[in-house]
């Protein structure tokens, strides 16, 4: 039980361009799931803590207005990358907490080109 | 705000040998979790620990939460190919403003040589 799945794997995108990632819990409802970023060889970077029908929490040094976070229901979240640039690329992670402890989504390569 | 210190980095060891790794805190945690991170996967939780000197084992694996709530180490014995991968320690407060949160070390990348 407690599947995140998240898509899409990997994204290719223009600079400029807009990027939406889901996460989803499969089989329990997620209130609160959190959103990372992981540069190559580095570790995972807490970005925002998101809430189910209120704001997210951004932590220091991210970019609200960038980084759109939506946790509409208890089942999704999504985070959406606007005016993506180069330095963007990374590896996104997202994660909900549950009964069993904290379970990650397999994560999406977004490519800026 | 808190910090994990993991180490090694990195390793490399003959396949069946033991590993062992360890995380070190400036701060108290109240949870301490392994994960293992497969390359463009997302982190896969091994262990999960919730009372400070809780011993705890799955399969081949073995994590202790330090006496102090400062510390935790991880142990794989008689190691596989498939071993291989990034392992993670995570710090979860637990309580107060942001205590769901997780604090991740730098990671271990563990190459076995068959």
Same mark, same amino acid.
């Given at each position: +039980? $407690?599947?995140?799945?998240?898509? #899409?794997?990997?994204?290719? *995108? ?8 889901? *996460? ?5 409802? $997620? ?16 970005? $925002?803590?998101?809430?189910? =029908?209120?704001?997210? /929490? ?6 609200? !207005? ?11 979240? /999504?985070?959406?990358?606007?005016? $993506? ?8 992670? %997202? ?5 069993? =402890?904290? /379970?990650?989504?397999? =994560? ?6 | ?6 180490? #090694? ?13 360890? *995380? ?14 497969? #390359?463009?996967?997302? #982190? ?8 400070? =000197?809780?011993?705890?084992?799955? +399969? @081949? ?5 330090? &006496?102090? @709530? ?9 190691? &596989?190919?498939? !071993?291989?991968? &990034?392992?993670? %320690?995570?710090?979860?407060? +637990?309580?107060?403003? +942001? ?16």
């Amino acid at each position: +039980g $407690a599947v995140v799945s998240q898509h #899409p794997s990997w994204v290719i *995108c223009k600079s400029g361009t807009s990027v939406k990632i889901e *996460c989803r819990s499969l089989d329990f409802q $997620a209130t609160t799931m959190f959103w990372y970023r992981q540069f190559p060889k580095q570790s995972l970077m807490l970005m $925002a803590t998101s809430n189910e =029908g209120s704001k997210a /929490t951004y932590e220091q040094g991210v970019e609200k !207005d960038k980084f759109l976070i939506n946790h509409a229901s208890l089942t999704l979240s /999504t985070l959406t990358v606007t005016s $993506a640039h180069p330095e963007d690329s990374s590896f996104y992670i %997202c994660s909900a907490r549950t009964e069993f =402890g904290y /379970t990650f989504g397999s =994560g999406t390569r977004l490519t800026v080109v | 705000g808190q910090q994990l210190n993991q180490s #090694p980095q990195s390793m490399f060891i003959q396949e069946g040998e033991d590993v062992s790794m360890n *995380c070190t805190s400036s701060s108290i945690f109240n949870t301490w979790l392994w994960y293992k991170q497969d #390359p463009g996967e997302g #982190p896969v939780l091994l262990i999960a620990l919730y009372k400070a =000197g809780e011993l705890t084992s799955n +399969g @081949r694996l073995t994590a202790q939460f330090g &006496i102090t @709530r400062k510390d935790s180490f991880l142990n794989i014995s008689a190691s &596989i190919p498939s !071993d291989v991968g &990034i392992y993670f %320690c995570a710090g979860q407060l +637990g309580s107060g403003a +942001g205590s769901y949160q997780l604090t991740f070390g730098k990671g271990t990348k563990l190459s076995v040589i068959p």
